[in-house]
């Protein structure tokens, strides 16, 4: 039994159920993971499941979201409507049973397929139980009813307020701040990627999100749509719209096989990058498992008897490995297993031992097809796999240089790292600066104690069109990898981290507050995206934020951000103060770098977090992109949710 069924089981009782749901607001985070901006946007997803999984059961086409002025959301489908009806056992509504009984969710409907679900799968009491004030409306026999809850309880009994002909079900919540006490503030963009992201994986769905809080020109709400028609043929061509296709079409299979239902789509590009992305129950399986380990397997084992019969890989010299046949792929595989087991660190680990057979089986089928249908492209791609190979035995020599440095210790560190003293890592914080000059300004402001430099020269490479042994050959990266204590690869796997040398807990990025500086920020963190991955998800990389301008009139010295505090700073002052713009670290000495962009007291430090993998995937490749327009603005736009870290 899961720990879901567990918990839906032991509030079966009513009374029970009520400690439930004061149990939610006392220990939030067992059931929607935390309490900062990720909780909080996914309060917003475990409403729109239920719509989902109504759309899945085939009665609701349209999904509207809104982000209203305050900060409240707003969820409204066009399903068949919550049931309002007496539940016989709880002796109230079914919508209050819905609302206010933590794992009542799906119960009336036991013949519907429940697939779509939350990560934690905790059923709109949850969002209820953690919201100031919320309200369901349903329209449903033509009429309409209505119920308001405070902080999970009802305020009223369900009520009759009119007549109608629509049918469907809205829910209008405001996060409790009590309980999100970082912020309450929704950030478009995460909750674009989702729904987007979902339109994909469940086609034909028509989902609107429209945001109260701001207007464009014409002085109308920001607004988007997703639909998606094809499904995740279109998701993989999104995907990958700022990457050049290898060949012409994308490859795709959409099939049940032993009653489990799956759908893939695949595509080759130039890059020599592997980004496979795949869902269970629309649930995004970051750490992969038997479905992910059946898409490799019947890729590999496909592919590789096409070679061996297409008599492509006579006279080879090296062997090719599995790793070989998905450079430069990308992939989505997306399957609804009914009793889903999720396993791993953060439970998005698919477990089901039936289901890579079932994903083997498709995909073998869908490729063979594919590679008969079209022997150019099949031809395209095993050379690919070939020179892939290729890349992989130069590698392996370079990377084993990295892995030499790394474990000599005395003199193993890099020349230009000036180090701290102190020794325990939590403890320990490195900076990666940008250029020699602004290195040496950052060596003289830090603390030495805890605080290490590590300058790095100029524009770094670009990892992402850089083949992996060029990666590992990079001075600029290797001098990365010996100072952090981390190395790679392991006798299983190639690309796995180790990451229990560590030397550092922070690793601050500290770059120019210019375009150029952002560049050269994106370009490291690129470089951590796809080869210190693990860095990022354990929370590891940060990024500094040095201050635009600094404020002068008489002894008064302030700095500022942007434009709106050194506005504001200036009125303070009494007008005619002096500004400096800061056109980069080096115009600041030591102290005023330490000041306002390293000393602990004052500094505002952004920790990058991914919220969802597969726009992570597409923002990095568009960014390291050639086209600089979209980069600034997405950079320029994003840099405002900044996360404070005391
Ligand atoms: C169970 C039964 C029925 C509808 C729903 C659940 C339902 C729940 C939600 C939550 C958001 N939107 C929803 N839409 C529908 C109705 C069963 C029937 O009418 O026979």
Not at 177 to 188: G, H, L, M, P
Not at 207 to 224: A, F, M, P, W
Not at 469 to 495: P, Q, R, Y
Not at 628 to 633: E, F
Request: glycine share 8%; proline share 2%; with cysteine.
């Amino acid at each position: 039994m899961s720990d879901i069924e567990k918990k839906q089981q032991y509030s079966a009782d009513s009374i029970q159920a009520l400690e439930g749901m004061e149990h939610v607001r006392m220990r939030p985070s067992m059931y929607i993971g935390d309490v900062g901006v990720r909780g909080l946007h996914h309060l917003v997803y475990e409403v729109i499941d239920n719509s989902i999984d109504e759309a899945l059961a085939g009665h609701c086409n349209n999904i509207d979201v809104y982000i209203n002025e305050d900060n409240s959301i707003t969820v409204r489908d066009d399903g068949r409507g919550i049931p309002v009806d007496m539940h016989k056992k709880e002796g109230v509504s079914a919508l209050e049973v819905v609302m206010t009984k933590i794992g009542a969710g799906g119960k009336f409907d036991k013949d519907s397929y429940k697939v779509s679900g939350g990560l934690h799968g905790v059923g709109v009491s949850c969002v209820n139980a953690l919201s100031d004030h919320l309200k369901a409306t349903v329209f449903r026999n033509g009429q309409i009813y209505e119920q308001e809850y405070e902080k999970g309880k009802a305020s009223y009994p369900v009520k009759l307020i009119g007549d109608t002909e629509k049918r469907g079900t809205e829910v209008t919540f405001t996060p409790d701040k009590s309980i999100f006490q970082q912020t309450t503030e929704y950030n478009y963009d995460t909750l674009a990627a989702r729904l987007r992201e979902l339109s994909y994986l469940n086609k034909g769905i028509t989902i609107h999100l429209t945001d109260k809080r701001h207007q464009d020109d014409e002085g109308n709400d920001v607004k988007e749509t997703f639909h998606s028609t094809e499904g995740l043929s279109e998701f993989v061509g999104y995907l990958d719209s700022t990457r050049e296709q290898l060949t012409a079409g994308v490859i795709s299979m959409e099939g049940e096989k032993n009653g489990i239902p799956v759908e893939v789509a695949m595509v080759y590009n130039t890059s020599y990058a592997e980004n496979l992305h795949s869902y269970v129950n629309n649930i995004n399986t970051h750490e992969g498992g038997t479905h992910l380990s059946g898409f490799r397997r019947g890729l590999t084992g496909t592919l590789k008897k096409y070679a061996d019969n297409s008599g492509l890989l006579k006279n080879l010299k090296f062997d090719i490995a599995g790793d070989d046949f998905r450079e430069g792929l990308t992939a989505i595989i997306s399957v609804k297993v009914a009793e889903p087991q999720f396993e791993g660190q953060t439970k998005t680990k698919l477990g089901n031992r039936e289901v890579s057979a079932a994903v083997s089986q498709a995909v073998s089928e869908m490729l063979t097809d594919y590679l008969e249908e079209n022997p150019n492209d099949a031809k395209t791609i095993i050379q690919k796999v070939i020179l892939a190979a290729q890349a992989r035995h130069a590698a392996r020599k370079a990377r084993e240089m990295v892995q030499r440095k790394t474990v000599m210790s005395i003199g193993g560190l890099p020349g230009k790292l000036s180090d701290c003293s102190e020794t325990d890592p939590e403890q320990c914080e490195i900076f990666l600066v940008e250029g020699d000059s602004a290195g040496g300004t950052a060596k003289q402001g830090r603390d030495r104690n805890f605080q290490a430099i590590l300058p790095l020269r100029g524009k770094i490479l670009n990892v992402e069109k850089a083949m992996v042994h060029k990666v590992f050959e990079n001075e600029e990266i290797k001098n990365m990898f010996t100072a952090l204590g981390v190395t790679i690869g392991t006798e299983e796997d190639s690309k796995a981290l180790n990451l229990s040398k560590l030397r550092y807990h922070k690793v601050v990025i500290m770059c120019d507050a210019d375009v150029d500086g952002s560049h050269i920020a994106t370009l490291i963190l690129t470089f951590f995206f796809r080869f210190m991955r693990e860095m990022v998800e354990q929370g590891y990389v940060y990024i500094a934020t040095p201050p635009l301008y600094l404020v002068k009139k008489g002894q008064k010295r302030e700095y500022a951000w942007d434009d709106d505090q050194r506005d504001l700073i200036v009125q303070k002052m009494g007008g005619s103060a002096t500004i400096q713009r800061y056109k980069g670290l080096g115009e600041m000495n030591a102290e005023q770098l330490w000041d306002t962009t390293m000393n602990p007291e004052f500094r505002t430090l952004r920790q990058v977090v991914i919220d969802n993998d597969v726009e992570a995937d597409r923002v990095f490749s568009m960014l390291m992109g050639d086209e600089v327009p979209p980069r600034r603005d997405f950079i320029e736009r994003n840099s405002k949710y900044a996360n404070i870290d005391a």
